[in-house]
């Protein structure tokens, strides 16, 4: 019994980092896309599909990562069920 309380204590250590880790990423990733989506609106001579690819990059790069976390949170929840039974 004492080994799954061990390995509680472990997997909410690591979802407590991961969450944190997570967190500043993404707080990382949003003042870079406010610094990058000032420099492609204040130079002329980008044309606007290159803003627009570039926006896409951005909306992908987003999607992607919340459904990282999204599929992390699931997986997390999964392993904590198996210690609750």
Known sequence: MEQ???LKQMI???KTAFDNTF????MVQDQTE???SSM????????EDGKKVMQSWVDSYKKSCDEFKKL???NFSK???YFNE
């Open 40 to 47: 492609i609106d204040q130079n002329p001579w980008l044309p």
């Open 34 to 36: 406010k610094a990058f």
């Open 72 to 74: 992390t949170d699931e």
């Open 23 to 26: 967190s500043t990423m993404t």
């Open 79 to 81: 392993v904590e069920t």
């Open 4 to 6: 799954k309380v061990i």
């Open 12 to 14: 909410d250590f690591n």
